[in-house]
């Protein structure tokens, strides 16, 4: 990759981190702390890239030359976004909503500079096979749920035993659709 400016990732996402290491970014950190709160009436579609032009629009005044990456997931079942659960019942309750069913995340990107933004996203449709209550326990107690939409990582245990299909992209679903950021990096 031939990205000659700073970059700064508006997320403390270690998964995030991984995918920009990968394609050979180097960057700084500084996860914005913002209220990811979205008015009530928006359609859950456009809340994740709403919230990832708040997160970028919130360190604007930090930067000169540089570029701001921020990135937000949400995890969409039905009609209901299921966002990072509060508790072990909570991504027990999720897990159990997702078993045996077809849900979309969706992952938007916001590139922001002084003078210009892009912002994208993508959306991929994740089927799990039906889970059994050992099995979601299991990953609860043994993996970190709480710090992921929709209380998984498709990376960890679960996405290994439980993903049947992805039509889309794996790493949309990881948190960055790392093919399209390298794209949009190469001509911003």
């Known amino acids: 990759m031939h990205f000659s400016r700073k970059l700064i990732l508006a997320s403390a996402s270690p998964r995030r981190q991984f995918l920009l290491k990968e394609i050979g970014l180097t ?3 500084d996860p914005p702390h913002i209220d990811e709160s979205f008015p009530a009436d928006m359609p859950i579609e456009k809340v994740p890239s709403y919230l990832a032009e ?3 629009a919130a360190l604007i005044d930090k930067i000169t030359n540089e570029v701001v990456l921020a990135s937000d997931t949400v ?3 039905g009609d209901q976004i299921l966002n990072k659960p509060a508790d072990r019942a909570e991504a027990i309750q999720m897990l159990s909503d997702l078993s045996g069913k077809t849900h979309t995340v ?4 916001c590139l922001k500079s002084k003078t210009k933004t892009d912002c994208f996203e993508d959306r991929t449709d994740v089927t799990f096979k039906t889970l059994t209550r050992e099995e979601i326990e299991f990953y609860v107690d043994h993996y970190k ?4 939409a929709g209380a998984y990582g ?3 245990w679960i996405g290994m035993v439980a993903i049947e299909r992805i039509v ?3 790493f949309t679903v990881m948190g960055l659709p ?9 001509v911003f």
Request: proline share 3%; with cysteine.
């Open 27 to 29: 960057f700084t950190i």
């Open 54 to 56: 708040k997160k970028a």
């Open 75 to 77: 995890v969409i079942l």
């Open 106 to 109: 969706i992952t938007a990107v």
């Open 145 to 148: 749920p709480c710090d992921k």
């Open 154 to 156: 498709a990376q960890d």
């Open 168 to 170: 889309g992209s794996y």
């Open 178 to 186: 790392i093919h399209k950021v390298y794209e949009r990096l190469n």
